[in-house]
């Protein structure tokens, strides 16, 4: 291979790793760092793609749980190295001259972004809203009391609604005279059963 094709080959490369690089650092709370020298995406510090270019290629590594069986099938797929390999992560390798696919390549880092980043951070990809902040699930339990105001008392309300129906013997008897006025009380069975009794 010609100087000027190794150098073609490595642009083409080039090219790809800087177009995966803008997929990565599009995704919210992604940070870029370098460990071994190579470059790492991380998501609230956990990683989730190793891009390596260097003489002998372009190197890239993502975590895979739904697609790792059918990226391993492809002549370019590995496990990853250290025991990864087990967790699914795939590492895919491109010599100088090889054509990588890049749009594969992102949807890889799609799906290794999902697997590893907090739920907070994907109810924000996938909703647009911003990650709940403590103060807002403190205010939570707040506005569910205001809600739940419609419904049925709460074993707490039920406690305090009995107490409230209570009243004293002064006040039952009070309420018994104002409701028959001048009416005689009829017998109760234990007085009727009495006066029975007595007649026989």
Do not use: C, I, N
Not at 21 to 46: S, Y
Not at 116 to 128: N, S
Not at 129 to 144: H, I, L
Request: a positive charge; aromatic letters at 4%; zero cysteines.
């Amino acid at each position: 291979m010609s100087k000027s094709s190794a150098s073609l080959s490595d642009a083409a490369l080039r090219a790809v790793e800087v177009r995966l690089r803008e997929v990565m650092l599009a995704f919210p709370h992604v940070t870029e760092e370098f460990p071994w020298g190579h470059r790492t995406a991380k998501v609230r510090g956990k990683m989730f793609a190793v891009l390596v270019l260097d003489e002998q290629g372009l190197t890239v590594t993502t975590k895979l749980p739904q697609s790792h069986e059918a990226a391993l099938m492809l002549p370019f797929a590995e496990p990853t190295g250290y025991g990864l390999g087990k967790s699914g992560w795939v590492t895919a390798r491109f010599a100088p001259g090889e054509v990588a696919p890049v749009e594969l390549l992102s949807l890889w880092v799609h799906e290794s972004f999902r697997a590893v980043a907090p739920k907070a951070v994907l109810d924000a990809v996938d909703g647009g809203k911003p990650p709940r902040s403590s103060q807002v699930k403190k205010s939570t339990p707040a506005r569910k009391k205001a809600v739940s105001v419609g419904k049925k008392p709460t074993s707490a309300a039920k406690k305090v609604a009995p107490a409230a129906k209570k009243s004293t013997p002064a006040a039952r008897k009070t309420v018994a005279k104002k409701a028959a006025p001048g009416v005689k009380k009829p017998r109760t069975a234990r007085r009727a059963t009495a006066s029975r009794s007595k007649q026989s």
